[in-house]
C-alpha cells in the first residue's frame, strides 16, 4: 500500500513539473484513460486488498464538466482459506475539472454504478457464502483526483474513491494511476495575448501590455481612460484631463492639473488657490507670485510689478492721496493733504452743502442701514482705503465722531450717533487698525454742517468724520 502512495506521489509532482514547460491551455473532447488500480474491500466480505486495473472512456462538456464510465477489475483472495475471488465496479460519473496552472487539472466526481463479485464457490442466486460475496449489487460512488500535463495531450491521472452498496452495507476504498490521452483536442487561442483565452475574452482586441479582469476587459481602476498596465499615474484624482500615458495635463502650469483648473490661462508665475485661480491678496490687481509689493493699502494705484506710486513724494501712496501735487517737503495728513486745506471728496463724489472745520475729513460714502448702527456693505471700500492709510501711518491716532441731523429727540440722536462711530471703530480694528489709535465719540445734531432746512442739509449732516489726535505729552 505504501509503496502505491509514494508512486502515485511522485508521478504527480513529475506531471506538474513537465506540465509548467510543455503543457498549453485547450479544449477538450474525449478523454480515454487506463492504469493500475489499488481496491481495499468491506470487512464483510472476507476479502483481501488486490490490484487490479481501471480503463475509462470521457466526453467533456461546457463548464468544465465531463461525464466518463469506468470500469474496474481487481483478483482478491479471501481472508479464508485463501481463495480466489474476482470483483468488477462498472460506473458512470459526473465529473466537476478545477484548472490548475495552464493544462492540469483537479476534479471532483460522483456517480452510480454496480458492483459484481465471483468465483466458482458462487452458485446462481447466493448472494454470500461463507467465505466471500456473490452477484451484483448497485453502488453509488464519489471520489477526488488530479490530472498532471506531461505534453498537450498525454497527462498523468491519480485519484482516490469510494463505492457504498446501501443494499448489501459495503464500503469499499480505492485508487488508481494511469496516463489519459486526450483526443479530438485543441489548443486554447488568445489572439490579443491578455492571458484570457478567445473562448471566455469579452474584449478580444485588447492591446499589448493593458491589464484585464477575469472577462479580458481592460481595467481602469483611476477611470482617466487609460487602462492599468499602460497608465503611468495610476491614481490620478477623478476629473482630471490626462495625457496618452495617463498622466495630469497641467496647460498653464500652475501646479493644478487641467479639468480641475477653473481659470485655465492664469498668467505663468502668478500664486493660485486650490481650484487653480490667481490669488490678489492685497488686491490691487496684480496677482500674488508676480506682485512684488504685497502689502499695497487697499485703493493705492500700483505699477505692473503691483507696488505703489507717490507722485508728490509726500508718504502717501498714489490713488490714496486726495492732494496729489503737494508741494515737496509739505506737511500732510493720513490722506496726503495740509491739514490746513482739509480733505477734498474722492473723485466722483458729490460735495455737501457746508465743509468740516479744517483737518477734518467727512468719509463719505459710509452708510449705514436706516435707524441702525449696521454699516452697509457699499461702506465697506471706503474703510477700507481709511484702514490701508491709518496702517501705512503708525504715528497717526484718529478721533471718529458720529453725526445726525435734528430729527428726533436729541438724546436719542447722541446714542444713535455714538453706535454708528463705534461700528466704524470695530470695523477698522477688525482690519488690523491698533485700538489704541481710535476713539468714537457721538455726537448727535449739535454739530451740523449746515442747516436742517432740506433733505439736502439734512444728509449732509448725518456723517462720520474722521480727526487727527495730537500725539500724547512727550512725544
Given at each position: ?255 493644478v492639473a487641467d479639468g480641475l483648473d477653473r ?213
Amino acid at each position: 500500500m505504501r509503496t502505491c502512495h509514494r508512486l502515485v506521489l511522485a508521478l504527480g509532482v513529475l506531471g506538474l513539473i513537465t506540465s509548467r514547460a510543455e503543457a498549453q491551455r485547450r479544449r477538450y473532447l474525449i478523454e480515454v484513460s487506463a492504469g493500475p488500480a489499488y481496491m481495499t474491500f468491506d470487512d464483510a466480505t472476507n476479502l483481501h486488498s488486490a490490484f487490479g486495473g481501471a480503463a475509462r472512456v470521457g466526453l467533456w462538456l461546457p463548464l468544465n464538466l465531463s461525464v466518463e464510465g469506468e470500469a474496474l477489475l481487481t483478483s482478491p483472495r479471501t481472508t479464508v482459506n485463501g481463495f480466489n475471488w474476482t470483483a468488477r465496479l462498472f460506473s458512470g460519473s459526473l465529473l466537476g475539472n478545477i484548472p490548475v496552472g495552464r493544462a492540469s487539472s483537479v476534479f471532483l466526481r460522483a456517480g452510480y454504478g454496480t458492483s459484481q463479485y465471483d468465483s466458482d464457490r458462487c452458485d446462481s442466486g447466493i448472494s454470500f457464502v461463507d467465505i466471500g460475496p456473490c452477484g451484483s449489487t448497485p453502488v453509488v460512488i464519489g471520489g477526488v483526483g488530479f490530472r498532471a500535463a506531461i505534453s498537450p495531450t498525454i497527462m498523468i491521472r491519480a485519484e482516490g474513491g469510494i463505492n457504498h452498496s446501501t443494499a448489501k452495507s459495503l464500503t469499499n476504498f480505492g485508487g488508481a494511476v494511469g496516463v489519459s490521452l486526450m483526443l479530438g483536442s485543441k489548443a486554447a487561442t488568445d489572439l490579443d495575448h491578455d492571458g484570457v483565452y478567445d473562448k471566455n475574452d469579452r474584449c478580444g482586441n485588447t492591446p499589448r501590455g493593458v491589464v484585464v479582469d477575469v472577462r479580458g476587459c481592460p481595467t481602469d481602476t483611476d477611470r482617466d481612460g487609460v487602462p492599468d498596465g499602460l497608465d503611468r499615474c495610476p491614481a490620478t484624482v477623478t476629473g482630471t484631463v490626462v495625457d496618452a500615458a495617463g498622466c495630469p495635463r497641467d496647460s498653464d502650469k500652475d501646479g493644478v492639473a487641467d479639468g480641475l483648473d477653473r481659470c485655465p490661462n492664469t498668467p505663468a508665475g502668478a500664486g493660485v488657490d486650490a481650484s487653480g485661480c490667481p490669488v490678489d491678496s492685497d488686491k490691487d490687481g496684480v496677482f500674488d507670485g508676480l506682485d512684488r509689493c504685497l502689502d499695497t493699502p487697499v485703493g493705492a494705484t500700483v505699477d505692473q510689478l503691483g507696488c505703489p506710486g507717490d507722485e508728490d513724494n509726500d508718504g502717501v501712496p498714489d490713488g490714496i492721496d486726495r492732494c496729489p501735487r503737494t508741494p515737496i517737503g509739505q506737511s500732510v495728513n493720513a490722506f496726503g493733504c495740509p491739514p490746513s486745506v482739509g480733505v477734498p471728496p474722492a473723485r466722483g463724489q458729490a460735495t455737501s452743502e457746508g465743509a468740516p472745520p479744517a483737518g477734518v475729513t467727512v468719509l463719505r460714502g459710509v452708510d449705514f442701514a436706516p435707524g441702525s448702527a449696521r454699516l452697509d456693505p457699499r461702506s465697506y471700500p471706503v474703510l477700507d482705503s481709511l484702514a490701508g492709510v491709518l496702517i501705512a501711518t503708525p504715528g497717526l491716532s484718529v478721533e471718529i465722531g458720529g453725526h445726525t441731523d435734528n430729527t428726533g429727540n436729541a438724546a436719542s440722536n447722541r446714542t444713535i450717533s455714538r453706535l454708528r462711530a463705534e461700528a466704524v471703530r470695530n470695523y477698522l480694528i477688525a482690519h488690523k487698525v491698533p485700538f489704541t489709535r481710535l476713539v468714537a465719540k457721538g455726537y448727535g445734531s449739535s454739530q451740523p454742517l449746515t442747516s436742517d432746512t432740506s433733505a439736502a442739509g439734512r444728509s449732509a449732516n448725518r456723517r462720520v468724520e474722521v480727526r487727527p489726535l495730537p500725539p500724547p505729552s512727550g512725544q
